[in-house]
C-alpha cells in the first residue's frame, strides 16, 4: 500500500531552536496538508497545497512557522524560534483533491 | 465561524451492539463529509466519504447518513467488536478550488466484551 512518509517521527528540541519536518506524499496525490494535534484542540489545520501552490496558511503562527513544497515529492514545516507550546503531534496527509486523504505517522515534536 | 460537533468526547457500548455516533455542524456548506479512523499513536485512517446529494453509504458493518437539512451525519458501526475501539473523527471538505478539511473533535469509542 502507498504510504504517507514523515520524518522524523519523534523531536525533543530546546527552546529557541529551530525544528524542520518533511514529508512525502503518495505519488500522484496534488493535495497535501499539514495538521497540528494536541489534547486540547484536536486536529488543527496548518497548512495545505494543491499542485505545490499554497492555498491557505490561515492556520499557522506566520511569525514562526513556514510551510513550502519545494517539489511534488516533499512538504516541509518549519519552526523557528520553536517554543514550548509548539509541542505536538503534527501530521501530514495527501490526496487527490476529492476523496478520503491518507495521513503519515505523524511527528511528534516536544520543545523543552 | 465554522464549527463542527461530535456528539461526545467517549462512548462505551457492549460488544454485539450497534455503536451510533454523531456529527453536528454550523455555518459550513460542505460538498461531502468523511469519516475516519484514529489509533493511539496513529494519523487518522480513512474510512467513508458521503456525498451531500447522497443519504446513506455502507461498507461492510458501517453505515453513514448524511442529512444536509440537519446538518448531520451519523456513523453506524452495527456488531460492533472490541477492535472496533478507537477514536472516530468527522471532516467536512467543499468542492470550491480553495477548499480545506475541517475535523470534529472526535468520539473516543470503547466496546466492553
Known amino acids: 500500500d502507498a504510504r504517507v512518509t514523515q520524518t522524523p517521527r519523534h523531536k525533543v528540541t530546546e527552546m529557541g531552536q529551530e525544528v524542520t519536518m518533511r514529508c512525502q506524499p503518495i505519488l500522484g496525490h496534488n493535495t497535501v496538508f499539514w495538521y497540528r494535534q494536541t489534547m486540547m484542540q484536536g486536529l488543527e489545520l496548518l497548512a495545505y497545497?494543491?499542485?505545490?501552490?499554497?492555498?491557505?496558511d490561515s492556520g499557522m503562527p506566520k511569525d514562526r512557522f513556514s510551510a513550502e513544497m519545494p517539489d511534488a515529492t516533499l512538504a516541509t514545516l518549519k519552526i523557528q524560534p520553536s517554543e514550548p507550546r509548539d509541542s505536538a503531534v503534527y501530521f501530514c496527509?495527501?490526496?487527490?483533491?476529492?476523496?478520503?486523504?491518507?495521513f503519515g505517522s505523524g511527528t511528534r515534536l516536544t520543545v523543552v | 465561524s465554522q464549527k463542527i460537533e461530535q456528539n461526545s468526547e467517549a462512548l462505551n457500548i457492549q460488544e454485539g451492539k450497534t455503536a451510533t455516533l454523531t456529527c453536528n455542524y454550523t455555518n459550513y456548506s460542505p460538498a461531502y463529509l468523511q469519516w475516519y479512523r484514529q489509533d493511539p499513536g496513529r494519523g487518522p485512517v480513512f474510512l467513508l466519504l458521503?456525498?451531500?446529494?447522497?443519504k446513506e453509504k455502507r461498507k461492510e458493518r458501517l453505515k453513514v447518513t448524511f442529512d444536509t437539512t440537519l446538518k448531520q451525519s451519523l456513523f453506524h458501526i452495527t456488531a460492533s467488536q472490541p477492535a472496533d475501539s478507537a477514536t472516530y473523527l468527522c471532516?467536512?471538505?467543499?468542492?470550491?478550488?480553495?477548499?480545506?478539511?475541517?475535523f470534529g473533535s472526535g468520539t473516543r469509542l470503547s466496546i466492553r466484551p
Open positions: 471532516a467536512l471538505d467543499s468542492y470550491s478550488s480553495a477548499s480545506k478539511i475541517i
Open positions: 496527509a495527501s490526496g487527490s483533491g476529492q476523496g478520503g486523504y491518507t
Open positions: 497545497f494543491r499542485n505545490r501552490a499554497p492555498l491557505d
Open positions: 458521503i456525498r451531500e446529494n447522497e
